[in-house]
Antibody
Framework: EVQLLESGGGLVQPGGSLRLSCSAS????????MNWVRQAPGKGLEWVSA????????YFSDSVKGRFTISRDNSNNTLYLQMHSLGAGDTAVYYC???????????????WGQGTLVTVSS | SYVLTQPLSVSVAPGQTANITCGGD??????VHWHQQKPGQAPVVVIY???DRPSGIPERFSGSNFENTATLTISRVEAGDEADYYC?????????????FGGGTKLTVL
């Protein structure tokens, strides 16, 4: 059974940084692209970033480009999202989601994690 | 950038059919996926690649995509289907491909 467990969320001051992790199990992690999606309180889903299975190809939404980086450690089955220059607009539950194939572009998701809450506030 | 338009809400009585639409410019030429999110829970994929159902999703869920509208159809609606539904696709028409979500539709079972 696919399991995705996010961690690293919490309260951070405006302008601060945070690193999220997504620990994966139940599948061969290195064979699949991965995504981060966030959801602000009471709002809809917003895609944040995607990474191919080898980690060499990455994509970002315009709202986080230049501030967030995505990476993965295939030896430890873990996906990361490094976030810098955080603002109130970054407050959200952050979900990791597994793609159905190794290439991120045009791939659907087939599994979601339970999410981790990031709150940006002074 | 590409925009996906969904109705804010759809209401249907139990046992009836719910059609949730997702509008976009020539969306029929793209591949659309649908996610269900129940209150307080993470999303779940209910339809991918326009019409395919992941394992474990009831046959009551189906999808279509033609011209400017993709549609998620839920037949014989049950109380447990009450949720927010989001359409989603990859926009590859720009220099920076990315995922677009519709604004979401709240399905209410009367």
């Amino acid at each position: 059974e696919v399991q995705l467990l996010e961690s690293g969320g919490g309260l951070v001051q405006p302008g601060g940084s945070l690193r999220l992790s997504c620990s994966a199990s139940g599948f061969t992690f290195s064979n699949y692209a991965m995504n981060w999606v966030r959801q602000a309180p009471g709002k809809g889903l917003e895609w944040v970033s995607a990474i191919g299975n080898t980690g060499t190809v990455t994509y970002f939404s315009d709202s986080v480009k230049g501030r967030f980086t995505i990476s993965r450690d295939n030896s430890n089955n873990t996906l990361y999202l490094q976030m810098h220059s955080l603002g109130a607009g970054d407050t959200a539950v952050y979900y990791c989601a597994k793609a159905v194939g190794p290439i991120a572009v045009a791939s659907s998701f087939d599994s979601w994690g339970q999410g981790t809450l990031v709150t940006v506030s002074s | 950038s590409y925009v996906l338009t969904q109705p804010l809400s759809v209401s249907v009585a139990p046992g009836q059919t719910a059609n949730i639409t997702c509008g976009g410019d020539n969306i029929g030429s793209k591949t659309v996926h649908w996610h269900q999110q129940k209150p307080g829970q993470a999303p779940v994929v209910v339809i991918y690649y326009d019409t395919d159902r992941p394992s474990g999703i009831p046959e009551r869920f189906s999808g279509s995509n033609f011209e400017n509208t993709a549609t998620l159809t839920i037949s014989r609606v049950e109380a447990g289907d009450e949720a927010d539904y989001y359409c989603q696709l990859w926009d590859t028409t720009t220099d920076h491909p990315g995922i677009i979500f519709g604004g979401g539709t709240k399905l209410t079972v009367l």
